[in-house]
């Protein structure tokens, strides 16, 4: 691995950090990733949705439906198997009633777009 190449000629001594996880492949890293991204952008995230100003394109939905299947298939797969994430790490990111709040915040970013299409559509009738 490439911590071992880069490791390879320096004494222990002055090795600052040991590699956490060597053998974690490219996609659980990136799985990895969204989930941390989304954990420290969940209270903006929150917030930004809790008005009614927001407006919810659909690059915007796009995403949040994004990072809403990769955390619940995280916490599916955490609650069972344990195989496709690091199931330690993401118990300290997230709080256990995320799982039942982010049904809500799916719910309301659905309504939003819908409410956009009923205005723009009234918006048209003038």
């Not at 222990?12 to 492949?25: A, K």
């Not at 955490?78 to 799916?106: A, P, V």
Request: hydrophobic share 35%; aromatic share 16%.
């Amino acid at each position: 691995m490439i911590y071992g190449e880069l490791y390879s000629n320096i004494a222990e001594d002055f090795i600052i950090c040991n590699p956490l996880n060597t053998h974690i492949n490219r996609d659980i890293f990136f799985k990895n990733k969204m989930l941390f991204d989304y954990s420290k952008d969940y209270k903006n995230i929150d917030l930004d949705t809790l008005h009614g100003q927001t407006t919810c394109n659909k690059d915007y939905k796009d995403y949040m439906e994004k990072y809403i299947s990769m955390y619940k298939g995280a916490y599916l797969d955490c609650k069972g198997e344990k195989k496709n994430f690091d199931c330690k790490y993401f118990s300290t990111l997230f709080q256990e009633n995320q799982y039942k709040h982010l049904n809500t915040l799916k719910w309301m970013i659905q309504l939003k777009v819908e409410l956009q299409k009923l205005l723009r559509a009234q918006l048209l009738q003038y």
